[in-house]
């Protein structure tokens, strides 16, 4: 059996026990713990409670008698004639500080008025056409490149026949592109434009359900591998410009605003 504890002890001797019935119990069945329990509760019940003193009317009297010396003495603070003279000054220069940034805030605010427009027209000239351009450019770069890709894969009369169809669409788009990109000065793409079209050609104009030998044949001819090598080179190009035209219109817009 465990001996109680000294603290158990006090706890139950203050009622604060949380099992005073087994306590109790114990000390019936073990006097070694009785005897600690009763010196114990001898001690406990020499220690008086402490009480706070009354408070007499006199007591804010005394609390300020004791306390007086120790308190530092106010002196108001005269303030010279210079004194003053001076924090005016400041308080004028701090005015005029902010005086002189308020114009400078309104001053750069008109001046950018005054040359945005010119900006925000250049920008609506060039900008906002070029990456519809560029995006459409690219969706058709993309589509060729495709098509290529399926006639380089085309095993059978069936899976021919959507390639011929996909090049009998493709074919006035390029032609358009072609010529833009001529107009434009853009010797690369008018080139790849030319010998897609070419390409494009041959096979809308070949008979319904070309044989596989045939297409094969076809992609030896005209050399589609490094036809579709630089359709690819061209794609990411124009998607390159694509994102560049587009962040520049995100720029122009962020600085206008
Ligand atoms: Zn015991």
């Known amino acids: 059996m ?5 603290e ?9 026990s949380q099992q005073p019935t087994r306590i109790d119990g114990h000390l019936r069945e073990c006097s070694q713990c009785a005897d600690i329990y009763a010196a114990l509760r001898n001690d406990l019940a020499a220690i008086e409670p402490i009480t706070p003193p009354a408070r007499d009317a006199q ?13 530092p003495v106010y002196e108001q603070k005269h303030q010279s004639l210079w004194t003053r003279l001076t924090n005016l000054k400041a308080l004028a220069f701090v005015t005029g500080c902010a005086l002189l940034v308020a114009v400078a805030f309104f001053a750069g605010r008109q001046w950018e008025n005054h040359q945005h427009p010119a900006q925000i027209q250049t920008a609506a000239n060039n900008a906002p056409r070029q990456p519809i351009v560029l995006v459409v450019l690219g969706d058709h770069l993309d589509r060729s490149e495709r098509l290529l890709v399926e006639l380089k894969h085309a095993d059978s009369a069936e899976a021919a026949a959507p390639v011929k169809a996909e090049a009998q669409d493709l074919l006035s788009a390029n032609r358009l592109y072609r010529a833009s990109a001529a ?3 853009d010797p690369a793409l008018t080139a790849a434009l030319d010998r897609l079209e070419r390409v494009l050609v ?3 104009n070949e008979p319904d359900n070309p044989s596989p030998a045939r ?3 076809l992609q030896k001819e005209m050399n589609t591998d490094g036809l579709l090598f630089e359709v690819r080179v061209l794609r990411s190009r124009v998607q ?3 994102k560049e035209q587009q962040t520049g219109a995100v720029r122009t817009k962020g600085v206008s605003i």
């Open 240 to 242: 390159g410009d694509e």
């Open 202 to 204: 041959e096979i809308a």
């Open 8 to 16: 158990q002890l006090i706890e139950h001797y203050y009622g604060e």
């Open 2 to 6: 465990n001996h109680l504890t000294e």
């Open 183 to 185: 107009k434009s000065g």
């Open 59 to 71: 007591y804010g009297e005394h609390v300020w008698q004791s306390i007086r010396n120790f308190v």
């Open 215 to 217: 297409l094969a044949e």
